[in-house]
């Protein structure tokens, strides 16, 4: 069965600071990696995605991600955080042609500070 | 706004109640996943079904129980209510296998339900 594990739970960074959100997942074959974001009161939202391909995916607000197959990784990362990033973040894992079954992550709050 | 829809948006019952959550997918969409989401046990998956047919179960409890129908809507069914079953309730759909989008998941706006 597939797992995806978040480390940090909790993440109080200041403005401008840079993020890493760590994301690791167990499976053995061929996978699909997404990140989604919940802002304060608000449902789940995709953030970025990984299929194929380049390995570094650049999603929306200026996010992205390092799929590192050999780590079995998939971090999510911004250079500089801003206020309105406080929001939990969620890494989710499906294998390719699967049966559409999607495995998410515990989650990560992050909080900046201004 | 994601295309995915949820009735009611709020619901507020007694302990030992049944009550029915609603859930249409995107236009289009095969998969419609359950979703519940509380303070104490975060996001933790229910159930998942595709064209009607129950795909995957999760940490879902016996007194919980979906359906998906032709049309593709679903419904979350929660009876004996219980306080700790007070959460958010979130529907989600994905396009069918194959596409660009397979797998991504569209959320609903979701349903808060208080137990009291």
């Known amino acids: 069965a597939q797992s995806v594990s978040q480390h940090n739970h909790h993440v109080i960074l200041s403005e401008a600071a840079s993020l890493e959100l760590g994301c690791n997942y167990s499976?053995?074959?061929?996978?699909?990696l997404f990140w989604y974001v919940q802002y304060p009161g608000q449902h789940l939202q995709l953030l970025l995605k990984?299929?194929?391909?380049?390995?570094l995916v650049k999603g929306i607000k200026g996010f992205e991600a390092e799929f590192i197959k050999s780590k079995f990784s998939f971090n999510l990362r911004k250079p500089s955080v801003q206020w309105s990033d406080t929001a939990e973040y969620f890494c989710?894992?499906?294998?390719?042609?699967?049966?559409?079954?999607?495995?998410f992550g515990t989650g990560t709050k992050l909080q900046v500070i201004p | 706004d994601s295309g995915v829809t949820q009735t009611p948006k709020h619901l507020i019952t007694a302990t030992g109640q049944r009550v029915t959550l609603r859930c249409s997918p995107r236009s289009g969409d095969l998969s419609v996943y359950w979703y519940q989401q509380s303070l104490d046990q975060g996001l933790q998956f229910l159930i998942q079904y595709y064209n009607g047919e129950e795909r995957a179960k999760g940490n879902i409890l016996e007194r919980f129980s979906a359906q998906q129908f032709p049309d593709l809507h679903s419904e979350l069914n929660l009876s004996s209510l219980e306080l700790g079953d007070s959460a958010l309730y979130f529907c989600?759909?994905?396009?069918?296998?194959?596409?660009?989008?397979?797998?991504?998941?569209?959320f609903g706006p979701g349903t808060r339900l208080t137990v009291l």
């Open positions: 989710a894992v499906s294998h390719s042609g699967g049966y559409q079954k999607v495995t």
């Open positions: 989600a759909s994905s396009p069918p296998a194959g596409g660009p989008n397979t797998d991504t998941q569209y």
């Open positions: 990984y299929f194929s391909g380049d390995p």
């Open positions: 499976y053995g074959g061929t996978v699909n």
